[in-house]
């Protein structure tokens, strides 16, 4: 009986030492900072996955706008279906499929667009329409008082283009333009 | 004005013309930023904070506290009353409020991630996750399964009319959680996923919401959790593989009398886990020769096993391989450029617009390939050794006197504990001669308590 408590003592300390040293390990290379997911425009390719592969039934993902690059163009080709008939907010010319862009008119020429997050499915087109015609200031990024910041994001699994990945939780966005700025300084 | 308008429309069809020629992964700057004549402002761009730290921190503080009572209900109280209710808890918490992420399920992955990936600085909250219940569980038995895991906990809320399973099923299902234990680490360490959250089958209650398979997945769980408790957690979950381990060297398991136990056989039925096994009868000496003869094939058998199944893992790298982004896309590549299919998809195109060389990525193909043959030498190796200790386990056969608990497989859930006429005794509800007077053995046996 004896030997038998001194070979279960020795398995014990062994999981424990072992325990301890994988613990040891992680806590040299851990960081105290949550990290978080999120989507490099630079990469993104519009692909539409974002919208429907977003473990929440309203993605987490949605177009953002980076004001200081917008042209705020009359003719916006994020705005805009590529076909057109009129420079309007008429539901048949525009290319967001859930009306989620505002467009208002500030001095002539020139529009502010604004998006509508609670009708903004994160589908891209906007993002298309901008990047390929425009100056890119609409890009899709992952709203973090949405996301739920799964272990693993069922988005990024599936992105075709590795668009994705974990940031710090004090970076916690990939901004252009001016925008971006607001993350060097801290 | 009308010509500024105009002009912008001819830069817009230029741009018709040229872009498709443009690379599409640089920011453009097309148009000019305006200047404003009135004293419009630009708005600013909101950008939400993530979850603050603090809540970070009281999950684990929550974590601790959980572990800390039910270890406590199960030890001290051995009152299912209080462990039901704690569960409860966790399934609020951890499940529909935490929404099933962080958890120490699927913190293996991570842990497996960073141990082979020094770029990913591994949260200090999954650390604790990971590593707290197998701490607890190395003392006090799996008090975590019991009513801190939510997996566990929606499983435990729909236990309604448990059957046995019978020995040998049990055990033949008992090595389906190894080979996705191995399977697991293997992904998470060449960087080709976490395959726990993309097949956790509650996950879907949780968030409400999940992929139609997925439901169908959950759903068809659940209805078998009625009459097989916890089918997850016996036979899938790969951290209950980590925690039996723990469990099985645990310094202080719960007993299932307080006191003694007196063989009155009451308690036999009552682990819906088949965790309580029956005492064996002495071995007999013929018996014993054979016994020992088959230990030696066995013994002999070893690393037959043991090179079978690992060359049967390495085998399987290319289908295997084939989960991971790089790999699957080097092979869309490959097919496309030998012509044999037209159709690009969203992911060739993209790394065509990249313009990374082929040759690298076949490159990094090749060397995820790799670590996969070597990771499934590895895998199938344990799996085998798994199996070949499984095979000695089934022939020796030990000594035990009286009804007691297989430690690896008890959940220290305490439903078996009320049985115990002993219990009812510690309880005041009989006397303790009433209790002797169930037992089947003249001499009762004290029982070890730490
Ligand atoms: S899945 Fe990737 S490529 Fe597709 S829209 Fe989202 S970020 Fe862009
Ligand atoms: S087009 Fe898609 S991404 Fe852009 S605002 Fe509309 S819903 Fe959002
Ligand atoms: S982490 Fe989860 S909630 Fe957030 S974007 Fe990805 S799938 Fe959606
Ligand atoms: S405490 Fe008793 S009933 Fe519960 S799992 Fe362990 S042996 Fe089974």
């Known amino acids: 009986m004896n030997r038998r408590n001194f070979i279960r003592t020795g398995f014990q300390a062994f999981a424990g030492l072992t325990i301890g040293g994988i613990a040891g390990l992680l806590f040299s290379r851990s960081s105290s900072e949550e990290m978080v997911w999120q989507l490099d425009p630079n990469l993104c390719v519009q692909c539409e996955k974002c919208s429907v592969n977003c473990v929440l039934p309203n993605s987490a993902v949605k177009c953002v706008h980076s004001y200081s690059m917008c042209g705020y163009c009359d003719l916006c080709s994020g705005y805009l279906q590529p076909g057109a008939k009129a420079r309007d907010t008429g539901a048949e010319s525009q290319l967001c499929p859930s009306g989620a862009i505002k467009r208002t008119f500030i001095e002539d020429p020139y529009f502010q667009y604004t998006i509508d997050e609670d009708l903004c499915i994160g589908c891209g087109k906007c993002v298309k329409g901008c990047d390929s015609f425009g100056n890119g200031s609409l890009y899709l990024q992952v709203r973090h008082d949405r996301c739920l910041n799964c272990n693993q994001c069922s988005i990024a699994r599936l992105c075709p283009s590795r668009a994705w990945k974990r940031v710090p939780a004090s970076q916690p966005y990939i901004l252009r333009g001016d925008e971006s700025k607001r993350y060097l300084e801290s | ?450």
């Open chain 2, 1 to 450: 004005m009308r010509q500024r308008t105009r002009l912008l429309k001819i830069i817009f069809v230029f741009f018709l013309l040229v872009v498709p020629s443009l690379d599409l992964s640089q920011v453009r700057e097309r148009f000019p930023k305006p200047d404003f004549q009135t004293d419009y402002v630009r708005p600013n761009l909101i950008t939400p904070a993530t979850r603050s730290p603090i809540l970070e921190y009281m999950d684990i503080f929550v974590l601790v506290a959980v572990l800390f009572l039910v270890t406590y209900s199960a030890h001290k109280q051995r009152s299912r009353r209080q462990i039901f209710l704690l569960m409860v808890f966790s399934l609020v918490y951890f499940g529909f409020y935490r929404k099933g992420c962080v958890c120490s399920v699927g913190a293996i992955q991570n842990v497996s991630y960073a141990l082979f990936t020094s770029a990913y600085a591994i949260p200090f909250t999954v650390i604790a996750f990971f590593v707290l219940p197998l701490i607890f569980t190395l003392f006090y038995g799996r008090t975590f399964c019991a009513a801190v895991c939510p997996l566990g906990a929606i499983q435990d809320a729909v236990v309604l009319k448990p059957t046995k399973v019978p020995a040998w099923l049990a055990n033949v299902l008992g090595v389906i959680p190894y080979i996705y234990l191995g399977l697991v680490l293997l992904f998470a360490a060449t960087g080709a996923g976490f395959i726990i959250c993309q097949y956790d089958p509650f996950i879907g209650f949780f968030r409400f919401g999940a992929s139609f398979g997925m439901v169908i997945f959950g759903l068809s769980m659940l209805l078998l959790g009625t009459v097989v408790a916890r089918p997850y957690c016996r036979f899938l979950c790969p951290y209950g593989v980590l925690l039996s381990w723990m469990s099985r060297l645990s310094k202080w398991h719960v007993k299932i009398t307080p006191t003694e136990c007196n063989n009155c056989r009451l308690c036999e039925e009552s682990c819906p886990f088949g965790a309580i096994k029956k005492p064996s009868e002495t071995v007999h000496l013929e018996n014993r020769q054979a016994e020992i003869k088959r230990l030696a094939v066995l013994f002999v058998l070893l690393p037959v096993v043991l090179i079978g199944t690992g060359w049967i893992g390495s085998r399987l790298n290319i289908p295997l391989s084939r989960q991971h982004f790089t790999v699957s896309l080097a092979e869309e590549i490959l097919l496309e450029n030998s012509g044999k299919r037209t159709e690009m998809t969203d992911a060739t195109t993209a790394f065509r617009a990249a313009g990374k060389p082929t040759e690298e990525l076949f490159e990094e193909a090749r060397i995820i390939q790799d670590k996969f043959k070597v990771g499934g030498w590895i895998v199938g190796g344990f799996i085998g050794l798994i199996i070949w200790i499984k095979l000695i386990n089934a022939f020796i056969r030990r000594k035990q006197p009286e009804y007691y608990i297989d430690t690896g497989m008890c959940l220290s859930c305490a439903r078996c504990f009320s049985y115990c006429p002993y219990e009812q005794v510690r309880l005041g509800i009989i006397t303790p001669e009433e209790a002797d007077k169930l037992g089947t053995r003249k001499v009762k046996i004290k029982q070890f308590r730490a």
